[in-house]
């Protein structure tokens, strides 16, 4: 487990294989979430996850990968594109400047 | 990647002729190869996309929930693609998804980032249970249209 300070994310990646589909459609209801929070959000290809990241949101299934691309960026693994408690807690976080557990 | 290039029409996106209100679908793998197909008969893909969508099922689902999953294909298949297209297939009887019961498919094929207005759209869709409820149950084109029309407060 690592800690996630909310108050300190600015840039958020929503990481997927392609970058075609559900990245996209989780990546914008994300923007549209966070947009009063002055965080940059962005989908990108599970392998060139920018390393100015602050947080990635990605499917269970990429996490791994995602962690080996980028080892020193908390990787929040999701099961549900939307709806998702894990993405939740850390939408939350950032709204509040809180802290959670990822 | 910039969200903020041209967007297509709606309807040069998602062609009249790539509504299917009417479809039945054996099962998963079927379903996604009728969406690869109209991608196809849209002009946006090579057959070997279709292939990728299919792969691309087994490593990770697209099942996005209210019944909607949304096939396509990987990085790796993206030079498959032609055009920005997508697809919307609706099975009345339900699909089998991997446990989930999938009754709308929206397939989708990407070379740019021409699809994004539409697929945020989807996703407001899909977080309103009246719309999405809608959409699944949509029989007419002009019905997935109003649904999938870009809301003018988007940004």
Known sequence: ????????????IVACDAGMGSSVMLASTLKKQLAKNGVTVEHSPVAHI????????????????ARHVVPDIPVVPFQL????????KVVKAIQDGSTVEV | ??????????????????????AVAADRDDAIRQAGAALIEAGAVDPSYVDAMVEREYSVSTYVGEGVAIPHGTLAGKDAVTDDAIV?????AGVDWGGNVVSVAVGIAA?????????????T???????????????SADAVYELLASDEDDE
């Open chain 2, 88 to 92: 919307v297939l609706r099975f009345p």
């Open chain 2, 125 to 139: 869709v899909l977080l309103d249970p009246e719309k999405a409820a809608a959409l699944r149950d949509a029989t």
């Open chain 2, 1 to 22: 990647m910039s969200d903020e290039e041209a967007q297509k029409p709606l309807t040069d996106l998602l062609a009249p002729a790539s509504i299917r209100l009417d």
């Open chain 1, 1 to 12: 487990m690592t800690t996630l300070d909310g108050s300190s994310v600015k840039k958020l």
């Open chain 1, 81 to 88: 594109f939307l709806g998702d408690p894990a993405v939740a």
């Open chain 2, 111 to 123: 070379k740019g980032n021409g699809h994004i207005a539409l697929l945020s759209q989807l996703a």
């Open chain 1, 50 to 65: 920018p390393s100015d990241a602050d947080v990635v949101v990605t499917q269970a299934g990429l996490a791994d990968r």
